[in-house]
């Protein structure tokens, strides 16, 4: 079987489907029901979003740590750390 990833979805639409508990809140639950034909699919669809989301801000904090020690090392490269004058190493 071949994984079918899309551009909106990031993940394998045709692994097999589990069957989960959740405890949600009653209100939501009946409220949501009454919007949505189909409860799995909107809950999928919002959890693979959410992973988008959060995959894509984590990638951002890595790029900007990355860019933090790139500068940190650039400055210690051209000047050397305070530190350095007192090592004993």
């Known amino acids: 079987m071949v ?4 551009r909106t979805t990031h993940y394998d ?5 589990r069957p989960v508990n959740l405890s949600l809140n009653a209100d939501l639950l009946a409220q949501v029901r009454q919007v949505t034909p189909n409860l799995s699919a909107t809950v999928e669809t919002l959890l693979g979003d959410y992973l988008h989301a959060a995959r894509e801000k984590r990638e951002d904090e890595q790029r ?3 860019s933090v020690i790139d500068v940190v090392n650039a400055l210690h490269a051209r ?3 305070l530190s ?6």
Do not use: I, V
Request: glycine share 4%; no cysteine.
């Open 84 to 89: 350095d004058e007192f090592s004993t190493l």
């Open 3 to 6: 994984a079918t990833f899309t």
């Open 79 to 81: 000047h050397g750390f």
């Open 13 to 17: 639409r045709t692994a097999p489907r």
């Open 64 to 66: 900007q740590l990355d």
